[in-house]
């Protein structure tokens, strides 16, 4: 592959079951990408202009990069993190990137480092790791290249092999660039996918005015119940329209509900009214869950949760510098009971797809593979976010495959907003697939064929398929 | 072994590990099989008829293999699970099977897939996989060979090596089957388990007729407290006559409760009359656990806990197929405070024996090991259920081992009534274990020779003793 | 190494990557012990006086001993643990030596087991394992051994090659035993640190008294909340002034709080009066870590945070022997709410350290590694207790690796109060910690060159710096 980059990387120790990884790893290491949940901007893709300088593409917007800085002292203001306040943050590119490269070290062990790494090797053709030392090479190397037309988003996005990519947006968004991007006649595949968290979690920043919003954009009366499952409906439709496959839902938890309609038009008025009472608001957060599913056994979306993180835990960082900012710690989440009530509902409908994520691994082989390996509606969405390293995909495979199945699951999300990365983090996630399942045949216990066919669904099919891509 | 199990199956796949594995379980494999805890229906080996068809046999009373079927959109009618309304489901043995043949790529990655195999071609000396081409002459040749008289459940326990087996049955049972197993002067050792959960949980169906009828069966008095006790009494020795070392309880959390004589009584009274208070009815199966383990003092029957399960999470499965259909979902559990009063009452007891099993893994190492690691009267269960795999028994070792020991576990159960699945069950446990331990010799932690006579605890001694059987 | 322990003792059992593992751990084998919190006796430094008996060192005392052989039906009183009661114990050391060694085989898989081995091997020069038969010679060969001058504690401390060890005192203590260390000249470096859970907690047993004694050794007014705040500043600057660098907090949970001064003096007077309310006595505990919190800022004393204990959970065995006779039993433990309040407070503060330990393994990847992976005041401490073990150790750094990295962790703590046991917990730790390095690099996850690096700060640098020694 490349220098920075072992071809064995991440493949088994012993020398039996590495040969296997390889040789799975060899059937899959060129399939084509599917990306059906992510946060790249679809603005990069329909303007198609190059990229700024290196630290503003692949530092400065990067939370675990940062998160990792902050927690060894350097001041989010010198990684160039731009400040709610205005307050003067670092500007220069060469000096976030000299103040990363000088901390490189404390990435060691971390999958940050194995994707910058790969990025750095892969996209960028660099040789040497980086340290103070190679720095400001690097950093000119990059710029240098960045300012190419083969360096431009489309070109990446072919070069990355990218057959079809999920960007989010929020459900009073016009998808422009989605319609820059189609008019513009690219045949890059970049499809939306349907986030109403705006107008659905009464917490939201602005919601009455969102909802207000979202009924001038559809036409339809949002002050009512009905009229507000109708702007819902014509806003899936509308983005379906631009490719959308699934919706996606960040509740803090997976609590849903199952209201008669008398009871659910109820609490919408008193949410509508502004209620005061958490109690409420969790429950119409929970109701509306189970109203996206009932919408996706007719539309067909396919319904992410993405519950259990605690966002913004810091307040101060909060204040300053906004949403986003590392601070988002994942806590205990309840599937078992939460889930009930949407899967009383549709949980037996062998056409809906509802696929669960967790940052609560216990969770893993107690409920959620338990859970998928019966419901028809219900898959498994792959290790997520601070489980999305080499470790966490392993724990991930070792602890839902023996109750689950492979086929409860769903392939790779890359889940990330890092362009340049994707590629890294596809491959990452085959060869930790590969690893699995050479272990999986080394002991005897799958056929060497059936772990091929199994190391391309993991890849390749299952992603396209449970997304309906 | 045979085709479909390859003899290094489950063994560390460094060849100096993978050789101490072999020569653990080379001491281990012939070993008899010692069944504490199971569900085999104890009229097969009463009436010793033939069973009937593979698929009758095999498929439809195995929820681990419909409910994997079912999640994946085949219809639990198409398997000839039987529905309580009476409504049709398929009875054609051979479209079951093939249904099953042509899903049996669904299991990859799972010990049923393991366990299947071995049936195969342990029982019945089948050589090819099982697939949708080879699914009619598979199952052919397994209704050949069910019609033949070695097939017989007699036949089968005495080639499966089986010193000893254990059945479960209700407090009101008549134990007829045992009955007859032991009249008719068959060596077979076939014993009884006492589950009391119809005469001890208040939200059992039929609870207060279940009382009168346990009074009239014990001529006690179950109309007050004492009585109530002394008809435990008296189906407790009635059972310890046909065999039984243990008594089970399937209670939904391990809540215990350690309440005076006189607080139980006015408990009980309420409980008779039909307390409508959740709050009662648990306290009186949390008393009713300490009970149990106050009674096993006395008569040494040996207490088994298997909480934290969520039966039939599905109500609409519930509904039109009744229980044990697959959804049953584990939950968070609780020891530590839990099962204090229990231990308060009898835990630093040597002679008594309270067993505990969990589907929360994460009580391993942070409760449960460290309770029996202190507690006399406490052991630890194997890995349980969903856990009662190659991943989930290496866990539960791996979790455990360090602040229990192996003193503190009883062995292997395999918890089933798939007969026969028995001694793939009891043989995949043993290479688990002799894996685990060869990777502590290979690291040096262990002596070889402490691994043999571990292997040979693991595999039976411990099971024997602490199940006194 | 010695006859009882491998030199691959804990090394991957693949050959590459035990020779990785090899090459790392010579690097780091030699290095000087930083023993940064533990539980050693100060006036056996300060007396520098032989120790007694080989059961009344090594047995006796050790909880993680009496535990595993009561669980197996020992009985304390054999084990010569002392009575409260008075009620007459086993005094004759070889005795307790034999009933030990018979049981011996009971640690098997368990650290004491690995503990104990090097012990014997690398202190006393034993080649022939623990038995029965073997018990009389190894008793009275430690004898012998324990008479001499060069194993009195001092001869030991040197030998051992402890560069620095921190004994726990509570906050009423003189330090006698430290001045007498620093007054005799001995260059050995023993410093204290600070445990104020009898003045904090108004649980603990004569909290009243303890106040009272706190203002009089302080010359504090510890009836008024800012003087008894002073009282706690002038006892840190003492603790200080016998090289104490940390403070060290048991409370029950990681509950914090930040309470305004006004409201924080309110619930003193509240708490001093002796409030019966079990929520003020816990909002009590949860601000004063906060108040510790700031005074560190100040002070520069580490703070360290072992929650997660229920202490004591049989009552029958405290009632009869007391504290810390192995029935703490590790319980859930939430960090992510629980620790908010701190953080709120101090916890972006680069020159703060705040170290959390858990019992609850589930919270390191979900809760520990996030919070640690960005707020620079927090650190995660080792592995602890039960888990103060090589698979324990391994799961601590695959499960937090990945998102704090290893420089948001801060070495090895032996915690103990054993100190014979004290190199072999050491180098178990580095053994363990070189293993894990070394599958990083076969994996090809990390260069060699930075392996060799991160086994260096593991075993030494990480300890030396976060606890300021």
Redesign the interface.
Known sequence: MSAL??P???????A??RLIARQLYAGVAKLPIISPHGHTDPRWFAENANFSDPAQLLIVPDHYVF??L????VRLEELGVPSLDGSSVETDGRKIWRRFAENF???????T??WFDYVLSDVFDITE?LSARTADAHYDRIAELLARDEFRPRALFERFNIEAIATTEGALDDLRWHKMIRESGWAGRVVTAYRPDAVIDPDFEGFAANLDQFGEITGCDTGAWRGYLDAHRARRAYFKSFGATSSDHGHATAETANLSDAAAEELFNRIRRGSSEERERRLFRAQMLTEMAKMSLDDGLVLQIHPGS?RN?????YKKFGRDK??D????T?Y??AL?PL??CV??E?DLTVIVFT????SY???L????????A?KLGPAWW??D????MRRFR??T????????TVGFNDDTRAFPSIPARHDIARRVDCAFLA??V??????ES?AH??AQELAYGLAKRAYRL
Request: proline share 10%; no cysteine.
């Open positions: 980059i072992d064995d990387l991440l493949f088994p120790v012993e039996g079951a998160r990792m902050f927690s060894q002292g070290f404390l990435f060691r062990g971390t999958p480092r194995l790791p605690w835990h810091s307040p101060a960082i590392g601070f710690i994942p806590t205990r309840d078992v009971s009930k899967l009383d949980g037996t062998p940052l609560d691994e216990t082989a107690r409920e593979a338990p859970l998928a390996g019966v419901y028809p219900l601070f489980h390293s080499p470790e966490g070792e602890m495959t023996e109750t689950a199945g492979f086929y409860n272990r999986l080394a002991e005897h216990r799958l056929a059936e066919e199994l």
